[in-house]
């Protein structure tokens, strides 16, 4: 178990649709990552928050936001969707979002997304 | 962008083996390359990581090597077993605002499968 928790684990949901996924991090880490991971695909990087700012962002579409809270949960909205925003969308924390500070980024377990 | 290329895409070895991966990456402000095994299904898993200030690095039967210059990084698997069957990936981090923000960025990952 990383301390990454990530729900739900599983959705479905219609095209058109509008999700919340949601992410709560490692006790003690500040920053955020959010992935997407699509059917024999890599892992995509999509914005990543430290503190309750964006501090990062990746190749996230306009119809996806994104935010993290004071109390250092995040979530990331899915809107009007897609059959191909059916994935895998995962979140990762860290302490810092600076590698060379010695902090590991830790990944959550996923939210399987499948629109239909 | 920043771009991280991973090879190959598939690697098939006899138990006992070595398998070697290898990554590039374009973005010159990297620090940190961790890398990552997931199985079919599971959230990444940090299995070994290097920082910029150091050249190599070992534990047990893995060992990463990083060359700054070349802007490239390798995975070594030493006698390998079934159990190390699985799609591994490199990434490298580049901070953006200092200790706050960075993106992580992946290759496109390698399916590892070693044969008994």
């Known amino acids: 178990d990383s301390g990454v928790t990530q729900t739900p684990k599983h959705l479905i949901t219609a095209t058109g649709q509008r999700v919340t996924l949601r992410c709560s991090p490692r006790?003690?880490?500040?920053?955020v990552y959010w992935y997407q991971q699509s059917l024999d695909q890599g892992l995509q990087f999509l914005i990543q928050?430290?503190?309750?700012?964006?501090?990062a962002k990746g190749n996230i579409l306009e119809r996806f936001s994104a935010q993290q809270f004071p109390d250092l949960h995040s979530e990331l909205n899915l809107s009007s969707l897609e059959l191909g925003d059916s994935a895998l969308y995962f979140c990762?924390?860290?302490?810092?979002?600076?590698?060379?500070?010695?902090?590991?980024?830790?990944f959550g377990e996923g939210s399987w997304l499948t629109v239909v | 962008g920043e771009n991280v290329e991973q090879h190959p895409s598939t690697l098939s070895v006899q138990e006992g083996d070595s398998a070697v991966i290898k990554c590039t990456y374009s973005?010159?402000?990297?620090?940190?390359f961790p890398w990552y095994k997931q199985e079919l299904g599971k959230r990444p898993q940090l299995i070994i990581d290097?920082?910029?200030?150091?050249g190599e690095k070992k534990d047990q039967r893995i060992a990463v090597t990083l060359n700054k210059t070349a802007k490239h990084f390798s995975l070594h698997i030493t006698e390998t077993q079934p159990e190390d069957s699985a799609v591994y990936f490199c990434?490298?981090?580049?901070?953006?605002?200092?200790?706050?923000?960075?993106?992580?960025?992946f290759g496109q990952g390698t399916e590892l499968s070693v044969k008994p």
């Open positions: 990762a924390s860290s302490v810092t979002g600076q590698g060379i500070s010695g902090n590991t980024i830790y």
């Open positions: 006790s003690g880490d500040l920053s």
């Open positions: 928050y430290y503190n309750g700012e964006e501090r």
């Open positions: 973005d010159s402000a990297s620090n940190y």
């Open positions: 290097i920082r910029s200030n150091v």
């Open positions: 990434a490298a981090h580049s901070q953006r605002v200092y200790n706050q923000g960075g993106k992580l960025i």
